[in-house]
């Protein structure tokens, strides 16, 4: 057992000799305080999910309810709750933030621009998910390091330098085939719409099906030329690299 200091240093290399369900649980027990873990209703999110549930740890499970989730991702969220007899923490934009957005872009302004689409994702997403973990011990995220560089970058435990959060991402050694293997296994439900080629699922209107054997990130906001094909989230371990789309007014 772990003291509770919770350091980079002593966490890192303990996690990463454990088995992944085991990682949430030591997680628990070396940190004081209020663990977060961000779901997205991914395969990744619903099996690390699955195993709070089944230990029953004590770990503050939130969503971010964008206002545009595809019906499915609704009725998955509905039905994990009656499976599994545990809320899911909706988190929600500032209202003001929002009428100031979609009355300065329209409601559907993030196709006209990378910087209205950074806007959009900071007022529904990034800041909702700061006033998430603020005060938290650490974050709990379900990213791998086969999706793309940026996440590659985040490792199995990493800091937040934006947040000045520890991060943990439990399930960043395993591959796609062995999460949608493991949910299989468990009976872990999963959205819908992975069944019609969708694989990473977000808002809808940024989201489409993929091609077989194209990267499972091409499908969200397939209009923008490259990039790293994040909303925000997961980059603030990058914080240099966070744009620097202008927020004023929102
Ligand atoms: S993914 Fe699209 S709809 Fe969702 S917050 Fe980002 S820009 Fe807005």
Redesign the pocket.
């Known amino acids: 057992m772990l003291d509770r200091t919770g350091s980079l240093e002593t966490m890192a290399p303990a996690l990463a000799k454990l088995a992944a369900p085991r990682r949430l649980a030591y997680l628990r027990d070396a940190l004081a305080g209020r663990i977060v873990f961000t779901h997205g209703f991914g395969v990744e999110g619903q099996l690390i999910f699955h195993w709070i549930c089944e230990a029953g740890l004590d770990i503050d499970v939130v969503t971010f309810d964008?206002g545009?989730l595809f019906p499915e991702t609704y009725e998955l969220w509905a039905a994990t709750e009656a499976r599994y007899g545990r809320r899911i923490r909706a988190i929600y934009p500032n209202t003001g933030a929002l009428e100031r957005l979609v009355a300065r872009q329209g409601i559907d302004g993030?196709y006209e621009s990378k910087a209205a689409?950074e806007a959009?994702?900071a007022v529904?997403?990034t800041r909702p998910l700061d006033r998430a973990l603020k005060g938290a011990a650490a974050w709990i995220a379900g990213l791998r390091a086969d999706q793309n560089e940026v996440r590659r970058d985040g490792g199995l435990v990493g800091f937040d330098l934006a947040r000045k959060l520890t991060k943990v991402n439990p399930l960043f050694d395993w591959t796609r085939e062995q999460v949608l293997a493991e949910t299989a296994r468990l009976g872990v439900p999963i959205n819908a719409l992975h069944a019609q080629g969708f694989a990473s699922i977000?808002?809808a209107?940024?989201t489409r099906a993929i091609a077989p054997g194209e990267p499972e990130r091409n499908g969200r906001w397939w209009w923008e030329e490259g990039g790293h094909k994040e909303?925000g989230l997961h980059l603030g371990r990058l914080s240099p690299d966070v744009p620097k789309t202008d927020l004023s007014g929102l």
Do not use: E, L, S
Request: glycine share 8%; with cysteine; charged share 30%.
């Open positions: 964008t545009r993030f689409r959009c994702c529904r997403k977000g808002c209107p940024c909303c």
